[in-house]
């Protein structure tokens, strides 16, 4: 039996990749940041270990990895963490220098095959041209090179494999689900003012067939920029809007020229506060303006996740959020 290592299982998007290693007749072990997030939340067969793998030295690490087949990188900062000034030292600090070392240390150890768990804003950094995200943006930057370092240690000995992740949903036990912050936005308002683009999406179910795919079929140095379906914003609001019994609430879709500034000025505000978005809130609006869509043939084929039904795991998850807040 093949023994996978999951570096944040007992996190969102590490418990559902268990999970699926065990359905598939993996062994799995774990390291996660306390507290355990529920009582008995992983079955007795995973090898889990509470601490900060960030704090252990290499020889301990070389220890838990040492007949591992692979390694599952389900950890790191995402966008929506407001560092403080400057957010290029943050990100590269929270997601650059972790991986590089975990990378080195897997490969050391014999580790065959490496995931992380990435952003698609890595993926819309290199195709929108136009918009450079990369140039002024610490967290597009910073996950292009989180990628590339990652690939860089396991060359010659390790295959390593990014999943580029849009918005997820569904639930887990114990855990509010982040989407809370977009409840807040849509909660009690007669209007709510969007942008005209949309986003992909993804289920955790889908994430976590994608990583073990990544393990058995993926190639490297590969990007997989995943996805289950497109959604425009306005109809992700609405669908807030409904959970929430709100029927006179109007999903209002604004032009750029009208939400670019309020937004920059937002922006300006962290600034005087000593903050810096990973993502300024001007390219923010750029992006929301645009379709962020995916096409599900480019990678599902290939990593073998199977659809999904989004808009269900989606109310799913806002219904959670909903009573978080009540």
């Not at 220890?63 to 403080?84: C, H, N, S, T, W």
Request: charged share 25%.
């Amino acid at each position: 039996m093949k023994e996978v290592f999951v570096l944040g299982g007992t996190g969102f998007l590490g418990y559902y990749t268990t999970k699926e290693l065990l359905k598939r007749g993996y062994a799995v072990s774990t390291v996660a940041l306390p507290p355990m997030p529920a009582e008995d939340l992983l079955p007795p067969e995973v090898n889990c270990t509470l601490g900060d793998m960030n704090r252990m030295s290499d020889e301990e690490i070389m220890r838990m990895l040492q007949g591992k087949y692979a390694f599952v990188y389900a950890a790191g900062a995402d966008e929506r963490i407001v560092p403080q000034a400057p957010a290029l030292k943050f990100f590269y600090e929270a997601n650059v220098l972790p991986t590089q070392r975990m990378a080195r240390l897997a490969k050391q150890a014999g580790v065959k095959k490496f995931v992380l768990f990435g952003s698609y804003f890595a993926h819309f950094a290199e195709v929108w041209t136009d918009l450079d995200l990369k140039r002024d943006n610490a967290y597009p930057r910073t996950r292009l090179l989180q990628e590339e370092v990652a690939y860089m240690e396991g060359e010659g000995a390790m295959d390593v494999m990014t999943l580029r992740l849009p918005y997820i949903f569904g639930v887990m036990p114990g855990r509010t689900p982040l989407w809370t912050m977009f409840v807040d936005q849509v909660r009690g308002k007669d209007t709510v003012p969007v942008l005209g683009g949309g986003t992909a999406m993804v289920t955790a179910r889908q994430v976590a067939e994608a990583a073990v795919g990544a393990i058995e079929h993926g190639t490297h140095r590969t990007g997989y920029a995943i996805c289950g379906t497109n959604m425009k914003h306005s109809e992700f609001m609405q669908m807030i809007a409904d959970m929430l019994g709100q029927t006179e609430t109007k999903i209002t879709v604004v032009p750029l020229e009208q939400m670019k500034p309020v937004m920059e000025q937002y922006d300006a505000y962290d600034r005087q506060a000593g903050k810096e978005h990973g993502i300024h809130l001007g390219y923010t609006a750029e992006i929301q303006n645009r379709d962020a869509y995916l096409n599900p043939d480019d990678t599902m084929p290939i990593l073998q996740y199977r659809p999904d039904d989004v808009r269900a795991s989606i109310r799913e998850t806002l219904q959670r959020c909903i009573e978080a807040r009540n």
